[in-house]
C-alpha cells in the first residue's frame, strides 16, 4: 500500500475531514501548539490537549493531519512520557483519542499498533482493511513520508511545529515539482502563511531559494514575496 493510502486511512481512523490546508488559530492552545518548537514544554502536552479538544481544534478541517504529525514528533521525543499520557486521553471523545492513536503510530511507538487494533474493532470494514494494510507494512515517520498531498503537506506542518526541523519544509519543496494537482498552488499558500508567522520558516525558505530547481523556485520566491508583504516592518 503506498504512503498517500496509509494516511488516508490513519485519518479516516482518526476522523472525517476535508484535506485543506491548516491556518494558523489566534486561540490560547492553538497559538502555543503552534510556537512549540521555540519552547518546548513537554510537561504541558496533556492540558493543552484537553484544552485543544474542548476549543474544537481536532475537529476543524485540516487538522487532524497536521494534529497527527504534530502529536506523531512529540510522542517521538518523549517516549518515557506515553503510557500516562495515553492513560489520561481516554476521556477524550473518542474521535480526538483516535488521532492521537494514529499519531501514535506514526511515532514509531509500538504501543501505537496496539491502540489501533483496539480501535479498528469498532471501525468499518473498509478502515479496518486500511489499519491492517499500515500494520503490516510498518510505521513511517513523518520526516520520511513524501509530499502527495495537501493532507502530507500538512503532516509535515504538524511535524515542523513540535520540532522547528528543516526537513519538513524541505519535503514540502520537494512536492512542488512532484506533478500532483494542485500541490504546488497549496505549497506557495501554506508557506506564505507560516513564513510570515514564524521568522524561522521564512529563514528557511530564502536559504533554499537558490538551492531548488527552477520549478520550485518561482512557487517558492512568490510565497517569500507574499510573507515579507505581510510581515510588519521591522520583523523581518
Known amino acids: 500500500m503506498k504512503l498517500t ?7 479516516a481512523l482518526a476522523v472525517s475531514s476535508s484535506a485543506v490546508f491548516a ?4 486561540a490560547p492552545a492553538d497559538k502555543w501548539l503552534n510556537h512549540y518548537y521555540q519552547n518546548p514544554q513537554p510537561s504541558a502536552i496533556p492540558d493543552v490537549v484537553f484544552k485543544l479538544s474542548r476549543s474544537g481544534y481536532f475537529d476543524q478541517a485540516g ?10 514528533t512529540i510522542f517521538a521525543q518523549n517516549p518515557a512520557s506515553v503510557n500516562g499520557w495515553f492513560r489520561d486521553f481516554q476521556s477524550l471523545p473518542e474521535k ?16 501505537g499498533a496496539r491502540l489501533l487494533r483496539d480501535l479498528s474493532n469498532n471501525s468499518s470494514q473498509q478502515v479496518r482493511a486500511g489499519i491492517d494494510a499500515m500494520l503490516a507494512r510498518g510505521a513511517t515517520q513523518v520526516a520520511q513520508t513524501p509530499v502527495l498531498s495537501e493532507s502530507s503537506m500538512n503532516l509535515q506542518w504538524g511535524a515542523f511545529l513540535a520540532s522547528g526541523d528543516e526537513r519538513h519544509i524541505t519535503n514540502i519543496l520537494a512536492a ?8 504546488p498552488e497549496a505549497a506557495r499558500i501554506s508557506l506564505a502563511m507560516n513564513a510570515a508567522t514564524h521568522p524561522r520558516v521564512l529563514d528557511i525558505c530564502r536559504a533554499q531559494l537558490d538551492k531548488q ?8 520566491r512568490a510565497a517569500i514575496n507574499e510573507a515579507e508583504a505581510k510581515r510588519q516592518p521591522g520583523t523581518i
Do not use: D, K, T
Open 23 to 26: 491556518a494558523p488559530s489566534s
Open 213 to 220: 530547481p527552477n520549478e520550485v523556485r518561482s512557487v517558492l
Open 5 to 11: 493510502s496509509l494516511l488516508a486511512a490513519a485519518l
Open 63 to 72: 487538522q487532524p493531519a497536521q494534529a497527527i504529525g504534530f502529536f506523531s
Open 176 to 183: 512542488v515539482g512532484s506533478g500532483q494537482p494542485g500541490v
Open 96 to 111: 480526538h483519542y483516535r488521532i492521537l492513536a494514529s499519531a501514535l503510530w506514526y511515532s514509531g511507538n509500538p504501543e
